[in-house]
């Protein structure tokens, strides 16, 4: 090779690694430059109001007493996925995290705890195990407490259940489902209560929009009971009915059209100008 060739290429090196020491120095400055942003980011969304911190609702918890009775109700009657499940919860750090406004509650009131409903995770005399089930745009969580000796899934938890639930009652609350707008709503009801009878889930009762006395005029009212017809404003197009889960839960099934369907577009698009990003 001659001298100029040899020239020629070692200033073609020189300019590839002056362009390439140029890259990565650009490289890092750009990276830095969105490290920053980024910071600086996260620094203004941690000022921003509450709510603007939140990215929606994660999950609905729910207590229940037969674990597995609530499990097939909600994946298989209900088409719920499964997504995971943890169990055998206990010791300190996980009964301070749930129990502790109630331990303190017990104390104030000079009882013992499990007298109040609060289960012994710290020395595992009790134990929690929990299922989430998700739906198209919640997450529900299945959770059990149950002595310690009672096997994962158990059918015995360790408080025993409340009776006469009424949506009345103050803190109580519902999980509420959105039936398709294509869907016969008397129909679903219809379907979802001999779906549950048939699985012997007997407590999966809906209610119907006429007054009934007794179980059997609630049985033979007609399928046009099923549904609650809402028209005036500012609820007209909500379709509704109150049911009763297996473990004796509240639940809504509804539909939203029409008028009552857009307030709630031009609410979310309302929040969604209104948060930081």
Known sequence: MTDAA???????RRALLQTAGAAVITGLVAGTTIDARAATQDAQRDEAPLG??????????LTVQNMERAYQFYTEVLGGTEVFRHGDFQGDEVQNTLLADQEIDANARGVNPRTIGVPDLRSGAQRLDVRFIQFDNMVLELLQYREAEQPIGSAKSFAEPLEHMSPAFPRMMHICFYVRDDVDFNKFIADLEAESARRGMTQVRAN?????????????????ANTNRVTAEPSNGWELIYCKGPEGEQLEFVKALGPVKQRFSEALAKRQQKIVR
């Open 208 to 224: 119907r929009t006429i007054r009934v006395m007794t179980e059997t005029e609630r049985k033979a009212a007609p399928r046009s």
């Open 52 to 61: 603007a911190r939140l990215q929606g609702v994660q999950h609905f918890g």
């Open 6 to 12: 040899h020239n020629a290429t070692d200033m073609d």
